[in-house]
């Protein structure tokens, strides 16, 4: 990538050789810049309250030599 002077903005449109480079008017007032708007964070819904599982039976089938 070639360097530009410092002057030189990409957002420029090139200016052909021969010809003056566009200045902006100084009577023009500068643009007005909107602040950035606050994106606007909804409340989380209050959490539902815990609840005990339902007691389940382990599955079964599994090795019987510990018990006695």
């Given at each position: 990538m070639t360097r530009l002077p410092p002057c030189v903005r990409l957002s420029d449109p090139p200016v052909p050789p021969g010809e003056p480079p566009v200045t902006p008017d100084p009577e023009d007032p500068p643009p007005i810049e909107e602040p950035p708007q606050p994106i606007p964070i909804p409340p989380e819904p209050p959490p539902e309250p815990l609840r005990a599982a339902p007691f389940r039976r382990p599955r079964g089938g599994g090795s019987t030599?510990?018990?006695?």
């Open positions: 030599a510990y018990r006695h």
